[in-house]
């Protein structure tokens, strides 16, 4: 099942430079979007959503774009800190009858003091 | 800050046994999930409970799983008889009814070991 994909299992940043985490999906039936953010032994944490009627949310730090058309979602994290070094994952929904989340396989950010 | 707890943390069995998984969801929200990751795969979505029933299952979760909500706040995933494939992380999760319904706020998960 790789309908959400997460191409980079790593990126490494600088601090203060923008940290920019992709994920791709094949299913036009995605409605909804979020990313989590997970360090080793813990849950993950939700960081940004974003609907399939938008194409940009943001929230502090954090700024999700969706291109729809691509079926590519991004998270730009801008400026970066070293406290933002976790694994990301995209995860998305169908919404409707369903409220399953259907993950991607992640990506481990590194920030770089 | 409201959020999910889980207990225990790590749970060791031996194969074949009944475990019980439990968790404490944020107190307004009335949607629970429980999710699983296998040790470097993805996170996969088990089961979905509103209600007092099941609204979805996937196909991993089959006679073996169940979940319950025995009180007004706990919700638990009981696996009858474990299998060695069933060690994993274990996440419980919860959303609001409406409004944020996709945004689902994760405990910190159980640790299942089988040996």
């Known amino acids: 099942d790789q309908q959400v994909k997460q191409n980079s299992p790593s990126l490494s940043v600088q601090e203060g430079r923008i940290s920019i985490l992709n994920c791709d999906y094949t299913?036009?039936?995605?409605?909804?979007f979020l990313w989590y953010k997970k360090y080793p032994a813990e849950g993950p944490t939700f960081l940004i959503s974003?609907?399939?009627?938008?194409d940009k949310n943001e929230d502090g730090r954090f700024t999700v774009f969706l291109n729809k058309s691509a079926k590519h979602l991004s998270l730009h994290i801008v400026p970066s800190q070293p406290g933002d070094s976790a694994v990301y994952f995209c995860a998305a929904s169908r919404g409707g009858a369903t409220n399953k989340l259907i993950f991607g396989t992640g990506t481990l950010l590194a920030v770089q003091p | 800050e409201p959020e999910v707890t889980q207990t225990p943390s790590h749970q060791v069995t031996q194969m074949g046994q009944e475990v019980i998984l439990r968790c404490v969801p944020i107190s307004n929200h009335l949607y629970f999930y429980w999710y699983r990751q296998i040790l470097g795969q993805k996170v996969e979505f088990l089961v979905s409970?509103?209600?007092?029933?099941?609204?979805?299952k996937s196909e991993i979760f089959d006679d073996q799983f169940s979940v319950e909500r025995p009180d007004g706040s706990n919700f638990t995933l009981k696996i009858r008889s474990t299998k060695l494939e069933d060690s994993a992380m274990y996440f419980c999760?919860?959303?609001?009814?409406?409004?944020?319904?996709?945004?689902?706020?994760f405990g910190p998960g159980t640790r299942l070991t089988v040996t």
């Open positions: 409970f509103y209600n007092n029933e099941i609204s979805e």
């Open positions: 299913n036009s039936m995605f409605d909804y």
């Open positions: 974003i609907s399939s009627i938008k």
């Open positions: 999760a919860s959303s609001e009814e409406t409004g944020r319904l996709y945004e689902q706020y």
